[in-house]
């Protein structure tokens, strides 16, 4: 239990702190000034001033912040409101840049770290009539060989290709019982009837199966860890889809659900905290952007209309009351989540 929260804090610190520095990145190379860059949450353990910047430690060890002049209010000299539209939309979404560079980071170095892989032969157990499967010539008994030329090594990375490719066609070599191999095509369903799956299969299974040791070096990780972090962000966008449709359960989680499933990663390895974390950086980038008061994308909407309007700002003090009433939006949502969070762990059950 103990080890689960550290390895879950640590990882989620990790997340705001980087997301943090984005901001922070920006407002320096703009020359906005930062009053104070700090890890963890105030009361302060220890601070130093360097170039009009306070860099400090907090005794509340999760997280990070930035204290940037002038956030709001374009009276205060050189500080982010009295910018540039421009600057301002730098900053802003420097956090969320960075957000989106830190899994590219995470997921070169998951393939970089010798991790166990499950692999033997995918093969079709069932499958339902009438469905894309059924449809496209696969028996129960097949063998799957490969998904758009890729080795297919275990059931779970057919799932993986079957949600990176719903509803556009995708192509599967198969092995018949007969040995013959053949080569045929299909399209996941957004929407399949219950229990049949995108495919239309029923059953998958992994035969044979052996758990290997695998490792890349550094110029075959880099590339590979680039193309799981373009496939997590059609995923993640997938999966908004399919809580949208109702395919998919609406589970949020907050900081203790993180902090829960983040642990539990961490007892099959590194590898699987590191692309957990990465995945978890891309949910807060596009969270971030959602055009909601308090939330970076909130902020961005009011620059982007002050340029629509011509330069016509929305007053200091009225920006920053839709900021504190959303952000006690989000409050009062957070300490749901985390009452839910904390009754499903203290329950046994898990979001992963």
Same mark, same amino acid.
């Given at each position: 239990?103990?080890?689960?929260?550290?390895?879950?804090?640590?990882?989620?610190?990790?997340?705001?702190?980087?997301?943090?520095?984005?901001?922070?990145?920006?407002?320096?190379?703009?020359?906005?000034?930062?009053?104070?860059?700090?890890?963890?949450?105030?009361?302060?353990?220890?601070?130093?001033?360097?170039?009009?910047?306070?860099? &400090?430690?907090?005794?509340?060890?999760?997280?990070?912040?930035?204290?940037?002049?002038?956030?709001?209010?374009?009276?205060? $000299? *050189?500080?982010?409101?009295?910018?540039?539209?421009?600057?301002?939309?730098?900053?802003?979404?420097?956090?969320?840049?960075?957000?989106?560079?830190?899994?590219?980071?995470?997921? &070169?170095?998951?393939?970089?770290? $010798?991790?166990?892989?499950?692999?033997?032969?995918?093969? %079709?157990?069932?499958? &339902?009539?009438?469905?894309?499967?059924?449809?496209?010539?696969?028996?129960?008994?097949?063998?799957?060989?490969?998904?758009?030329?890729?080795?297919?090594?275990?059931?779970?990375?057919?799932?993986?290709?079957?949600?990176?490719?719903?509803?556009?066609?995708?192509?599967?070599?198969?092995?018949?019982?007969?040995?013959?191999?053949?080569?045929?095509?299909?399209?996941?369903?957004?929407?399949?009837?219950?229990?049949?799956?995108?495919?239309?299969?029923?059953?998958?299974?992994?035969?044979?199966?052996?758990?290997?040791?695998?490792?890349?070096?550094?110029?075959?990780?880099?590339?590979?860890?680039? *193309?799981?972090?373009?496939?997590?962000?059609?995923?993640?966008?997938?999966?908004?889809?399919?809580?949208?449709?109702?395919? %998919?359960?609406?589970?949020?989680?907050?900081?203790?659900?993180?902090?829960?499933?983040?642990?539990?990663?961490?007892?099959?390895?590194?590898?699987?905290?590191?692309?957990?974390?990465?995945?978890?950086?891309?949910?807060?980038?596009?969270?971030?952007?959602?055009?909601?008061?308090?939330?970076?994308?909130?902020?961005?909407?009011?620059?982007?209309?002050?340029?629509? *309007?011509?330069?016509?700002?929305?007053?200091?003090?009225?920006?920053?009351?839709?900021? &504190?009433?959303?952000?006690?939006?989000?409050?009062?949502?957070?300490?749901?989540?985390?009452?839910?969070?904390?009754?499903?762990?203290?329950?046994?059950?898990?979001?992963?």
């Amino acid at each position: 239990m103990i080890l689960t929260i550290v390895i879950g804090v640590v990882a989620l610190s990790v997340l705001i702190i980087v997301h943090e520095l984005g901001h922070f990145i920006a407002a320096k190379a703009t020359g906005v000034p930062v009053e104070e860059f700090g890890i963890g949450f105030p009361p302060r353990a220890y601070g130093r001033k360097w170039r009009g910047t306070i860099y &400090s430690i907090n005794w509340i060890p999760f997280g990070g912040f930035n204290k940037i002049a002038g956030e709001v209010d374009p009276a205060v $000299p *050189r500080g982010l409101a009295s910018r540039s539209y421009g600057v301002r939309l730098l900053v802003l979404g420097g956090g969320i840049v960075m957000s989106l560079l830190l899994p590219f980071v995470l997921l &070169s170095l998951a393939y970089m770290v $010798p991790h166990d892989i499950v692999s033997g032969q995918v093969v %079709i157990e069932d499958v &339902s009539p009438n469905s894309p499967a059924d449809i496209a010539g696969i028996l129960p008994g097949d063998a799957i060989i490969s998904v758009n030329d890729n080795p297919l090594r275990n059931a779970s990375e057919l799932s993986r290709y079957v949600q990176l490719n719903l509803g556009k066609e995708m192509t599967l070599s198969l092995e018949h019982a007969d040995a013959t191999i053949e080569t045929v095509s299909l399209t996941p369903r957004w929407q399949p009837p219950e229990g049949e799956g995108s495919m239309g299969v029923i059953d998958i299974q992994t035969e044979d199966a052996v758990i290997i040791s695998e490792s890349y070096p550094p110029w075959e990780a880099i590339p590979i860890g680039a *193309r799981s972090c373009i496939e997590a962000l059609v995923l993640y966008k997938n999966g908004i889809f399919g809580m949208i449709l109702g395919t %998919i359960p609406f589970t949020p989680a907050g900081p203790v659900g993180i902090v829960q499933i983040a642990g539990a990663a961490a007892q099959s390895g590194v590898s699987p905290v590191l692309e957990l974390t990465a995945f978890i950086s891309i949910a807060i980038a596009i969270t971030q952007l959602i055009p909601f008061p308090a939330l970076d994308g909130g902020r961005m909407l009011f620059v982007l209309l002050e340029w629509i *309007r011509r330069g016509k700002r929305v007053s200091p003090r009225t920006e920053g009351i839709v900021h &504190s009433i959303g952000f006690m939006v989000l409050l009062a949502l957070l300490v749901l989540i985390t009452y839910q969070d904390i009754f499903r762990w203290i329950s046994g059950e898990s979001l992963i």
